[in-house]
């Protein structure tokens, strides 16, 4: 993200993406305010930039836009757009384009008109959900998961981490299975396909035997499912032996593959667990015992907020909590390192791999499918803001797909596993990268020499304009400045100098 881009997206922290904006009704201009700064929020300016009306429609505005903000002008809604229009849009190459022909991919062989599906939760758990879902561009769901047994949910069941402005970084939620019977969730299945043939349902199953295995997968299949994944993975159970507790034991991950294959000849992929080491053990064991693909991760075992004078953590059921599921923007990178360890695994290269994990913008799906999902799965981010992410999931990625010159998204797919290595002992040891300051940015907060001072290695002091100066002979390249930097007025040199070269 170059710094015009961020600053934007920092400008945005006030706004709180509101449901049938007013600054969209106080427009006169045909900006539609509430989807361009949904646009930046989601790391999409470029996207919100081109769909600007030519010009800076904003330039001789007296911004009713903002006077109309629930925030009461606390979100600089003309700077933000002024900005798009006229520092983002020049660098764009390419304007919007006419069709997402490009993000058409498959699962397993079934065709998908894009990459994004609902992920197995409460976002896909009744018709009238999955409906508008599909309605507003999702290409499929993974319905919450069916089983045959009574399923009784706790009250409350959610809690969240939250950034120091208020943002949700993640999830803890004691969330089970489907609370529907088997029949109704077929009936729900019936009416989606008759309505949205084209729409890819994954049918989400778990079982407590063979039988039951078994006779989910086929009954999935009989009413309409294009696919069933198995949830080995769910860390919520009452139950011991089911969930995460098969998707820990890759023979019973095997076994139980085997059984509900034997009940369905549509594609099967097993939802694995991250509450493991390594996750090949257990894929290459879904694989033998019959499947089709990989979907991954599910939510990692967690506990929060533990309440200071309570004692109890959250979320508190009478007094009581329990150890949780863990999701959200906090999740993708260890997301990514599975994906990434199944990806590079040339046992597993046939499985279809559909990731999941902390996926908010089109470029956290893009990171997914550079490592080698074919496909993604979100819940967390709709959660938070809803359905209408799907806008921005596949404009931004259609326009970085056309952008490039890449004619489908199968092409990407694993492009970057190339240059992921498990350990670090391929890594260059031999230079130095420094750090290259923007003074006209700078503000002279310090920030940088305090982060170096007490956490890095003394190589930065701030002179008497408040400016920062680096000294080259302390400085080891580690970049904890540029990290720390509120203002964006630090970046890399991009330029490797050897250190031999600066001893001497």
């Not at 989606?192 to 989910?216: Q, T």
Request: aromatic share 6%; hydrophobic share 40%; net charge neutral.
């Amino acid at each position: 993200m170059c710094p015009e881009e961020s600053r934007a997206r920092k400008n945005m922290l006030r706004c709180m993406l509101c449901a049938n904006a007013p600054c969209d009704d106080a427009c006169g201009k045909g900006v539609k305010p509430a989807r361009q700064l949904r646009s930046v929020w989601f790391e999409n300016e470029r996207f919100a930039a081109s769909r600007l009306p030519p010009g800076n429609p904003c330039a001789e505005c007296a911004a009713p836009c903002e006077t109309a903000c629930l925030r009461r002008e606390e979100v600089p809604i003309k700077a933000i757009l002024s900005s798009l229009a006229e520092e983002v849009r020049p660098r764009s190459d390419i304007s919007v384009p006419k069709d997402e022909n490009a993000l058409r991919t498959e699962i397993c062989g079934v065709p998908l008109e894009n990459p994004f599906l609902l992920s197995s939760s409460v976002v896909a758990s009744n018709y009238d959900m999955c409906s508008r879902a599909f309605e507003a561009g999702w290409a499929g769901a993974a319905f919450k998961t069916i089983c045959s047994f009574d399923i009784h949910e706790a009250s409350p069941r959610l809690s969240a981490v939250h950034d120091a402005s208020g943002g949700i970084v993640g999830f803890k939620n004691i969330e089970q299975l489907s609370e529907h019977s088997v029949a109704e969730n077929m009936e729900i299945f019936q009416k989606l396909k008759k309505k949205y043939p084209a729409k890819f349902i994954l049918a989400s199953i778990m079982g407590r035997n063979d039988e039951e295995w078994e006779e989910l997968a086929r009954t999935c299949e009989e009413n309409g499912a294009d696919a069933v994944e198995l949830n080995f993975s769910c860390p919520n159970m009452m139950e011991e032996g089911l969930g995460s507790d098969i998707g820990q034991a890759p023979s019973l991950v095997e076994h139980f593959t085997a059984a509900a294959r034997r009940g369905a000849k549509i594609p099967v992929l097993a939802k694995l667990t991250p509450n493991v080491a390594f996750m090949s053990p257990a894929a290459e064991a879904a694989k033998r015992g019959g499947a089709d693909g990989i979907s991954a991760i599910n939510t990692i075992k967690s506990i929060m907020g533990v309440d200071p004078y309570t004692y109890v953590s959250s979320p508190a059921v009478q007094g009581q909590s329990a150890v949780g599921g863990y999701s959200g923007a906090a999740v993708k990178p260890i997301a990514l390192r599975f994906i990434a360890e199944m990806g590079k695994n040339p046992n597993l290269s046939r499985l279809h791999i559909s990731g999941i994990g902390g996926i908010e913008t089109w470029k956290d799906a893009l990171e997914f499918m550079l490592l080698g999902a074919g496909s993604v799965q979100i819940t967390t981010a709709v959660m938070q803001y809803g359905y209408r992410i799907i806008d921005d999931l596949k404009g931004g990625l259609n326009f970085y797909l056309h952008e490039r010159g890449i004619e489908n998204i199968g092409n990407i797919i694993g492009r970057g596993l190339a240059f992921i290595s498990n350990t670090t002992d391929s890594l260059a040891r031999d230079t130095v990268t420094y750090p290259r300051f923007w003074l006209e940015r700078c503000i002279g907060c310090g920030r940088c020499e305090i982060s170096c001072s007490d956490g890095g290695h003394q190589a930065i002091h701030m002179n008497e304009n408040r400016r920062p100066v680096l000294n080259p002979m302390k400085c080891v390249g580690c970049h904890l400045c540029v990290l720390v930097c509120p203002c964006d007025a630090i970046c890399s040199s991009g330029k490797w100098i050897s250190k031999e070269k600066i001893k001497n």
